[in-house]
T-cell receptor, first 113, second 113 residues
Framework: AQSVAQPEDQVNVAEGNPLTVKCTYS??????LFWYVQYPNRGLQFLLK??????LVKGSYGFEAEFNKSQTSFHLKKPSALVSDSALYFC???????????FGKGTTLSVSS | DVKVTQSSRYLVKRTGEKVFLECVQD?????MFWYRQDPGLGLRLIYF???????EKGDIPEGYSVSREKKERFSLILESASTNQTSMYLC????????????FGSGTRLTVV
């Protein structure tokens, strides 16, 4: 069965510092991996995805994620955090059979000025 | 841009009522999904549909049913609302293909009293 783990409920960083939000997954075969962001009282917005190819994926708002097959991880990163990045972040996975996305429990990112 | 519209932003219903949550997408997507979002639990899949009149149970279908009579509309039905169904409900859609991300609606926050 597919699963996603986001081991941190909350990540706190200071503005201007690099940020990492962690995600590990379990899936049969090759994974399709996604990151979404949710601002208060809003739906989820797509940030980036890994399907195949380069392990470093670039997405919206300066975010990027690194796919690591041996560690079954897909951590979200940004070189310099902004206060406006404060939100709830979800990692999601799907296998090649491609039915529904399975989401992690979410990580709240708090960026302080 | 694809739009996924959920008809109500906030709903308050009484225990035992039959509740309809409506979702409409405007980009001819084959697949539609209903998730509920609860703090600390992330997004959990209730039902999904990959074609008109087709439906599949997700991880937590108990107490819910769905209807997809037209391609653009996917309705979630709470047959007899209970207080433990108080939650944020998110609808999403996607074109077929495992590598496709979802487009989410803004969500319906349902309170059952």
């Amino acid at each position: 069965a597919q699963s996603v783990a986001q081991p941190e409920d909350q990540v706190n960083v200071a503005e201007g510092n690099p940020l990492t939000v962690k995600c590990t997954y379990s899936v049969s075969g090759n994974p399709y991996l996604f990151w979404y962001v949710q601002y208060p009282n809003r739906g989820l917005q797509f940030l980036l995805k890994y399907i195949t190819g380069d392990n470093l994926v670039k997405g919206s708002y300066g975010f990027e994620a690194e796919f690591n097959k041996s560690q079954t991880s897909f951590h979200l990163k940004k070189p310099s955090a902004l206060v406006s990045d404060s939100a709830l972040y979800f990692c999601a996975v799907r296998d090649q059979a491609g039915t529904a996305l399975i989401f992690g429990k979410g990580t709240t990112l708090s960026v302080s000025s | 841009d694809v739009k996924v519209t959920q008809s109500s932003r906030y709903l308050v219903k009484r225990t035992g009522e039959k509740v309809f949550l409506e979702c409409v997408q405007d980009m001819d997507h084959e697949n539609m999904f209903w998730y509920r979002q609860d703090p600390g639990l992330g997004l959990r899949l209730i039902y999904f549909s990959y074609d008109v009149k087709m439906k599949e149970k997700g991880d937590i279908p108990e107490g819910y049913s769905v209807s997809r009579e037209k391609k653009e509309r996917f309705s979630l039905i709470l047959e007899s609302a209970s207080t433990n169904q108080t939650s944020m409900y998110l609808c999403a859609s996607t074109r077929g293909g495992a590598g496709k991300g979802y487009t989410f609606g803004s969500g319906t926050r349902l309170t059952v009293v």
